[in-house]
Structure formats: C-alpha cells, structure tokens
C-alpha cells in the first residue's frame, strides 16, 4: 500500500512531442505529489509538486494532471527538447501518523528526446 | 545559495569496513532526509533528521546509522559493510518537516570491493 507505480519504464519522443508518464497509488493518505528529474552523475531535482486539493498545475513546460478518485498522476512536457533527456521520478508522501519528508519514489522513467 | 552538499562524491571501501557519508543542507533548512539509490531497488529512504532528532526510519538494517549537528549538517554511517551496500547515498534538504520541497545533493557513490 505504499507503493507508487510508475509507467512507462521508458519513453523515446520526437523534438516538440508531449511525453507522458503515469503514476498510481493505493494508500489514500498521501497528500503530497513531487515529481523529480535526474541527469547522469546528478542527484534528482525538484521539477513540480502538487497536493490532492488541485487537478492541475503548471510550471513553463511542465504540467501536473491529478486524478483523486482514480488514484492517479501524471507529467506531461509540452514543447519537449533533446535537454530534458533525463529519468523522471514521481514520488507521494504522507503526513499521516506524524509530520515527516519521508518520499516513496516510483521506479522512474528513463526520456529520449530527440532531435 | 548554494545547494546540498554532500562529500565526499565517490568512496571505495572493502567488506567489512564502516564509512560516514557527510550532507551540508541549504542554508536555512534544518531537515536532512537520506536516501539509497540502486538499480535493483530505486530510491528508498533511509531516515529523515530535524532539530537533531530522528523523526523517521526506513526499513534498513542497523548498521546504518545517521546524526544531525546543531548547524543541520547531518551524517551517516554505514558499519560492516556489505557488497549489497554499494550505491549512491543522496541527501535531501527542506525547511521544516511535514510534506516539505526537498532538494538532493549529487550524493556521495559507494563502491564496495
């Protein structure tokens, strides 16, 4: 119950294509719904976040869909470029039980781009 | 303002040894998270500290270990180590606790021999 599922487990799109990647979870209690992006050699970086009170939400080219009822979330780059070539991870957290950071990650989507 | 720091960036160390992986946050920020990456097993959190105090664990077994220093920088230690502990060690920083933004450093890479 606190796992996140991810999918596709890797993604090839043109240049200008709107990539899609999926998330799903069970326990209910997460509140809390980042999304990070990784390089190569790089730790994950902070890219869009969003909390069960809102559908959608935007930041430039990236864009969070949530789906309460359906237990699901998605990221969808617009525009994409070969630079945002990167693994994506979602990731839901939970104040349940006690205020905490504490990420469950899903298992990452790995994004050609290109040219 | 400088990001997360974590040092050092790549450790090589053999069975059997213990190491302590070193996390500055942003300043400011006085939550530390740790986390384990590995191929086989993605990223998994290890243990969250905030004003010094563990305030969270994950499913490792003891001889990980972790601190926080009054300043936020925060520690971990990993004792006997095992063949199975390689992988990269990442930092998270955020500003308090509860669903907080939280910033990775680059991590710290362990290799064991």
């Known amino acids: 119950q606190q796992q996140v599922k991810q999918s596709p487990q890797s993604l090839i799109v043109q240049k200008g294509g709107i990539p899609i990647i999926n998330c799903a979870y069970e326990?209910?209690?997460?509140?809390?719904f980042p999304w990070y992006q990784q390089f190569p050699g790089k730790g994950p970086a902070l890219l869009i976040a969003?909390?069960?009170?809102?559908s959608e939400k935007k930041e430039g080219r990236f864009t969070i869909s949530f789906n309460k009822s359906a237990k699901q979330f998605s990221l969808h780059i617009m525009d994409s470029q070969p630079g945002d070539s990167a693994t994506y991870f979602c990731?839901?957290?939970?104040?349940?039980?006690?205020?905490?950071?504490?990420?469950?990650f899903g298992t990452g989507t790995l994004l050609a781009v290109q040219p | 303002k400088a990001g997360v720091t974590q040092t050092p960036r790549y450790l090589i160390k053999t069975r059997g040894q213990q190491v302590t992986l070193s996390c500055s946050p942003i300043?400011?920020?006085?939550?530390v998270s740790w986390y384990q990456q590995t191929p086989g097993q993605g990223l998994q959190f290890l243990f969250e500290?905030?004003?010094?105090?563990?305030?969270n664990k994950g499913n490792f077994p003891g001889r990980f270990s972790g601190r926080q220093f009054s300043n936020s920088r925060s520690e971990m230690n990993v004792s006997t180590l095992e063949l199975g502990d390689s992988a990269l060690y990442l930092c998270?920083?955020?500003?308090?606790?509860?669903?907080?933004?939280?910033?990775f450093g680059d991590g710290t890479r362990l290799s064991i021999l």
């Open positions: 998270a920083s955020s500003l308090g606790v509860g669903t907080q933004p939280q910033h």
């Open positions: 326990n209910t209690a997460f509140d809390y």
């Open positions: 969003i909390r069960p009170d809102v």
């Open positions: 990731a839901a957290s939970s104040n349940y039980g006690g205020a905490t950071n504490k990420l469950i």
């Open positions: 300043s400011g920020h006085r939550s």
């Open positions: 500290y905030f004003s010094e105090t563990q305030r």
